[in-house]
């Protein structure tokens, strides 16, 4: 696990985009927000609300609202080292992240340490 103390080093940076876990696991008390906050890394979640993929089938399938399609539950909660970035003006769908000439890889790339 990446949030073990004795493997700092082992990642630069993460980044999620178009995240499907549930908008308040990344927060602290949340199933993954103390993982983020050990690791040695910032961690930078990437969110569409063009997401149509995570606001219809996510809400649907999980019955809860995406990390991908509005960001965090609780900015408040947010762990340290963790980052919001809303890319709904340049990411049109759950597909377009990656995409060349729209998505999201300029402000991933702006990011990164």
Known sequence: ????????????????????????????????????EAVDAPVNNFHSGNDRILSWVYRLSDRTTAVGQQGIADPEAAP???TDVDVTD???????????GEGCLPELVEQLP
Do not use: C, K, N, T
Not at 90 to 100: A, E, G, I, R
């Open 80 to 82: 340290d080292g963790y």
């Open 1 to 36: 696990m990446l949030d073990r103390r004795d493997h700092g080093g082992v990642v630069d940076s993460v980044s999620l985009l178009g995240g499907a876990v549930p908008h308040d696991s990344v927060e602290l008390g949340g199933r993954y927000g103390e993982a983020i």
């Open 90 to 100: 340049s990411v049109d769908d759950h597909f377009s992240y990656f995409q060349s």
